[in-house]
């Protein structure tokens, strides 16, 4: 790859924000070796990262018409259900104003009445329940240090499941680690009717419950993620081999 130089950085109570790029891709970077988001400029509805697209396999079991997505980055989420369906309403909330204005003026953040950008803690958004149910919402909340493990409390989980229709579906972007944390997955089940979980090649754990138990086959799935995989422009076969029941 080619020496990424840096664009532009700042620094807010939290940290620094680093905006790096080369000819191709563009990079947020909350510190030293640290890598949050990352664009490729000519397609960036292509995720780039592994967890980003285990993450929308979610897309398999329902077709939202609202979302939540709690930790902003680069918004690489928002570009990909862009790609899915441009009429899905998507609501953002980042802790840090610094992300929020970082993505808008360097990562092609698609602006539009159908998205929300809300400047606030995500566990204080969800305590307040002061928006419509929504379909999927979508944890993925990270520090220079790793995952916030405020995402992993009883409280954030119970709250996200208040947030969501029946149907609903709670996505979380983990490390491998939590594969083994059987305190999560119990507070899951207490919420959820199935859970499900996938290990990407970039040592993150997914975890997507839902609110229904789906009964799909395997060939099924295969099936449903080739026309997926077509409709994001990305082949999801990875992330579908390493999919399954968590128990």
Known sequence: MTELYTLHRTDDEIG?????ENKEIRMLSFG??????????????????????????VLLFIKPKRVIILGLGGGGLIHALRQFDTG??????????SVIEIAKRFFQLP????LSLVHQDAAHFL?????KKADVIFADIYGADGVDESQLSDSFISNASMMLKSDGYLVLNCWKEHSQNRELLSLLQAHFAEVRACLTGGGNWVVI???????????ALKTNAQQLSQKLDFQLGRSLTRFDIWQ
Do not use: C, F, W
Request: net charge positive.
């Open 32 to 57: 030293d070796n640290d890598e949050q988001s990352k664009l490729l400029k000519a397609t960036p509805h292509i995720p780039q990262h592994t967890y980003l697209q285990a993450m929308l396999l």
């Open 88 to 97: 899905i309403k998507v609501t953002a909330v980042e802790l840090r104003a």
């Open 209 to 219: 419950a839902g609110k229904v138990t789906r009964d799909i086959s395997a060939s």
């Open 16 to 20: 620094p924000l680093i905006v790096l």
């Open 127 to 131: 305590e307040e329940k002061d928006h």
């Open 111 to 114: 602006i539009g009445k159908k």
